[in-house]
């Protein structure tokens, strides 16, 4: 079955501190992967995604994710994070020719304190 | 171009009320996807639709949920007689098409049902 699974749901730092958020995905075939951050009050924005190529993805904001394929992970990260990416953080992936219907990890939530 | 739009933001039905919620894709997309995101859950895919057709509803619940994206108008996603159990936040999601491509999340709709 498609499953993508996040760990320490709740994660609190400092700024300047850095952060990375991990993302383990079982798939058996081809996969597209993604990063969603939701802000406070607003809707689910792309942070980045990966469909292919290098498996160090950059995205908006300072964020990156690595595509490990031998680890089936995925995860973000950010050297040093600003009060403003306090947010909720979703990992999401579908399959090749699998109606690109995304299955969703539970989310971080992430405070970060000035 | 105007993102997805949702429609209402905030909805609160009785035990036994039906509840309709609405989903305006991104300009030039025909392809929309519905989620539901219960507390401390991350999104679960429920229904995939293209343009008068359902493609893929192997996530709505068999009884009281139905959806339906006519040839005009917004997707809509019906939930008749709902109980306490359906008190989620909706997110519509929109596409262009699929082979992966990214889909665009509304702000969704926070149904309570009381």
């Known amino acids: 079955a498609q499953s993508v699974s996040q760990h320490n749901h709740h994660v609190i730092l400092s700024e300047a501190a850095s952060l990375e958020l991990g993302c383990n995905y079982s798939y058996g075939g081809t996969v597209n992967l993604f990063w969603y951050v939701q802000y406070p009050g607003q809707h689910l924005q792309l942070l980045l995604k990966?469909?292919?190529?290098?498996?160090l993805v950059k995205g908006i904001k300072g964020f990156e994710a690595e595509f490990i394929k031998s680890k089936f992970s995925f995860n973000l990260r950010k050297p040093s994070v600003q009060w403003s990416d306090t947010a909720e953080y979703f990992c999401a992936g579908t399959t090749i020719g699998g109606n690109n219907r995304l299955a969703f990890g539970k989310g971080n939530q992430v405070v970060v304190i000035p | 171009n105007a993102g997805v739009m949702q429609n209402p933001r905030h909805l609160v039905r009785r035990r036994g009320q039906e509840a309709r919620l609405r989903c305006s894709p991104m300009?030039?997309?025909?392809?929309v996807y519905w989620y539901r995101q219960l507390p401390e859950e991350g999104l679960k895919f429920m229904v995939y639709?293209?343009?008068?057709?359902?493609?893929?509803e192997s996530g709505m619940p068999k009884e009281r949920f139905s959806a339906e994206f006519p040839k005009e108008g917004p997707s809509i996603l019906r939930i008749q007689q709902v109980v306490r159990g359906d008190s989620a936040a909706y997110f519509c999601?929109?596409?262009?098409?699929?082979?992966?491509?990214?889909?665009?999340f509304g702000p969704g709709t926070r149904l309570t049902v009381t």
């Open positions: 300009k030039g997309h025909s392809h």
């Open positions: 999601a929109s596409s262009p098409g699929t082979g992966g491509n990214e889909q665009y």
């Open positions: 639709l293209q343009k008068e057709n359902i493609i893929d």
């Open positions: 990966y469909f292919s190529g290098d498996p």
